[in-house]
C-alpha cells in the first residue's frame, strides 16, 4: 500500500529565515506530487504540483519554491520566511500518468508558525 | 473553468440526526466529484467519489453522496449523524477533459454533531 510523510510535523521560525518542507511517497512510482497552504483551517491553496522529476507548476506567484529531486520526494523552501507563509502544509499524492478520475491522497501536514 | 460551492461555512446537527452538507459545481464537460474530510492538526482524508454510473455513492464512515446533473450538486449526506463526525469537509471536482490536473476544491464546511 501507498504512504505519504511530510516532516516536520510543526515548525516555529523567525521571519526572515529559510524554510525547507519535505514530503515523500512509499509504495508507487512516478507519482504527481501536490503542495497545499492551507491559512486559519479554512480553504486550501495549491502551491504547486509536479508530474516527474525536476517539472514544478507554480499555481500562485509567492515567496516560495518548490523543487523534486527524487521521482517519490517533493520539498517546499523558502530564502526568507514572512509572516504571511504561516499556516499549515499538506502535501498530496496522485497516480501518475492517470486520468482525470484519480484520487488525490494527503499527507498529515506542516503546521508552520513564522513569529 | 473549473469550481466548487460549499454554500454554508458551517453546519451544525444533533447527534443521531440526519446530516446534509451541500456542494455545487461548475465545469465545462462532465465532472468527477470528490469528498474529503479534515480532522483538526490532520491531512485531508478520502471519503469517497463520483465518477459515473449510479447517482448515489456510498463511502467510508458511512457517508453517502448524491450526483444531480441537472442542479449541478453533489450533496454529502449521513442518515445518522455521530459526535466524532464533527469535521471541516471539502468538496472537490475535476473536468472529465482535464486530464489528471489537480483538483478543484470548494472552501470547505465546518460540520458540528452537538451531543
Known amino acids: 500500500s501507498q504512504t505519504i510523510h511530510q516532516w516536520p510535523a510543526t515548525l516555529v521560525q523567525p521571519v526572515g529565515s529559510p524554510l525547507s518542507l519535505e514530503c515523500t511517497v512509499e509504495g508507487t512510482s512516478n507519482p504527481n506530487l501536490y503542495w497545499y497552504r492551507q491559512a486559519a483551517g479554512r480553504g486550501l491553496q495549491l502551491l504547486f504540483y509536479s508530474v516527474g522529476i525536476g517539472q514544478i507548476s507554480s499555481e500562485v506567484p509567492q515567496n516560495l519554491s518548490a523543487s523534486r529531486p527524487q521521482d517519490r520526494q517533493f520539498i517546499l523552501s523558502s530564502k526568507k520566511l514572512l509572516l504571511s507563509d504561516s499556516g499549515f502544509y499538506l502535501c498530496?499524492?496522485?497516480?501518475?500518468?492517470?486520468?482525470?478520475?484519480?484520487?488525490?491522497?494527503f499527507g498529515p501536514g506542516t503546521r508552520l508558525t513564522v513569529l | 473553468a473549473q469550481s466548487v460551492a460549499q454554500p454554508e461555512d458551517q453546519v451544525n446537527v444533533a447527534e443521531g440526526n440526519p446530516l446534509t452538507v451541500k456542494c455545487t459545481y461548475s465545469v465545462s464537460g462532465n465532472p468527477y466529484l470528490f469528498w474529503y474530510v479534515q480532522y483538526p492538526n490532520r491531512g485531508l482524508q478520502f471519503l469517497l467519489k463520483y465518477i459515473t454510473g449510479d447517482n448515489l455513492v456510498k463511502g467510508s464512515y458511512g457517508f453517502e453522496a448524491e450526483f444531480n446533473k441537472s442542479q449541478t450538486s453533489f450533496h454529502l449526506k449521513k442518515p445518522s449523524a455521530l459526535v466524532s463526525d464533527s469535521a471541516l469537509y471539502f468538496c472537490a471536482v475535476r473536468d472529465m477533459n482535464s486530464g489528471n490536473t489537480p483538483l478543484v476544491f470548494g472552501k470547505g464546511t465546518r460540520l458540528s454533531v452537538i451531543a
Open positions: 498530496a499524492w496522485s497516480v501518475g500518468a492517470g486520468g482525470s478520475t484519480d484520487t488525490q491522497y
